[in-house]
């Protein structure tokens, strides 16, 4: 990794402060942060002393950087990110890539003109169960899916124990917020477990008494394109934070439980199974340094994203058939 760097972070909540420590820890190079609240931006310096604004135009003619962390809210996304490409700068994107379709081709455009590497952040993939849970699939250890079932919930005001949840983007339909753009990893990863989605049905509702104008409760079908089907339960209810999967073969099955941190394989025919376990020492933030370390690998040619801009957009596209299907209330081709 070049230790020369010029790192700019958007946005100073809780995302942007986890990338902000871990460039630090990383001695990634020379960081600095951009947020329009002041009082997370006061925050920011007093914790890390690094340089702080307020203005993006003024820190894009202070400094000179070479990559920027997009981690403010999705509706900034594209718009960011478009104008820090026209600077010259590689940039990572904190999942979802935006809150609707507009304007990224464009992005797309120029991030092969300027020939500049565009990461968009879903960290789950960084997780090495994940991988591990891939590996068994292509090896054929479940046989052909049929059917997966993945979930996550967690009551919003605790999702973010640190800021005013009636304040957080995710309470704002405007800023990209609701619990489907907000969860959004389990739609990417069920699709790279499963294969490319074809058809999607679903109910998204705002259930609860939240102070929020987004939905909290979402069920979601999927029908991919080697005829297996999955659902997805997203919501911003439970007590407690639960996140699981359960994927079904013709040879077997795999129960992941990302709270636990196992994986279970069970064999169809000599119906034994199988535990892994990330160990009882697996630091969580291990998956953020882990996709950093590739983000960076990006910047010096060595490695691709393993979620380019391409990508980014598909599951953009998926999420906004998922919204669509659920205010006509049927199945709608992706």
């Known amino acids: ?16 402060k986890r990338h902000i420590r871990n460039l630090l820890s990383l001695n990634a190079g020379k960081t600095a942060a951009y947020d329009v609240n002041e009082e997370k931006l006061n925050a920011v310096k007093k914790e890390f002393s690094i340089d702080v604004y307020s203005d993006l135009n003024r820190a894009l003619s202070e400094d000179k950087y070479d990559a920027a962390l997009i981690c403010s809210p999705p509706s900034c996304h594209v718009a960011q990110a478009s104008l820090l490409l026209e600077n010259g700068m590689h940039c990572f994107i904190e999942k979802p890539m935006s809150h609707n379709l507009e304007g990224i081709d464009k992005l797309i ?3 092969f003109k300027k020939q500049k590497a565009v990461l968009v952040g879903y960290s789950l993939r960084f997780s090495p169960m994940l991988v591990n849970i ?11 899916i049929l059917s997966l079932r993945a979930s996550v919930g967690y009551y919003l005001p605790y999702w973010r124990p640190h800021e005013d949840y009636r304040k957080g983007y995710g309470a704002s339909l405007e800023l990209g917020g609701g619990i489907v753009l907000d969860a959004s990893h389990e739609i990417d990863y069920v699709r790279y477990l499963v294969g490319e989605v074809e058809e999607v049905f679903a109910v998204c509702r705002k259930l609860s008494k939240l102070d929020i104008d987004t ?49 279970k394989q069970y064999n169809l025919n000599d119906k034994e199974y199988h535990v892994y376990y990330d160990g009882l020492n697996a630091n969580v933030n291990d ?9 960076f690998r990006c910047i010096q040619g060595v490695e691709k ?13 998926i999420i906004m058939k998922i919204k669509e299907s659920s205010d006509v209330k049927q199945f709608i081709s992706v």
């Open 305 to 317: 994203p393993l979620i380019d801009p391409m990508e980014g957009k598909r599951i953009q596209e």
């Open 215 to 263: 939905e909290d409760f979402a069920e979601i079908t999927m029908r991919h394109k080697n005829g297996a089907y999955s659902q997805i339960h997203l919501d911003y209810l439970q007590s407690n934070y639960r996140r699981n999967c359960e994927i079904i073969g013709d040879k077997g099955m795999l129960l992941w439980d990302i709270n636990e941190r196992t994986l």
């Open 109 to 111: 455009e120029t991030a």
């Open 287 to 295: 998956i953020y340094m882990e996709e950093l370390k590739h983000f």
């Open 1 to 16: 990794m070049r230790q020369n760097m010029k790192i700019l972070v958007l946005g100073c909540g809780s995302a942007g």
């Open 134 to 144: 891939k590996r068994l699939i292509d090896e054929g250890a479940v046989g052909n």
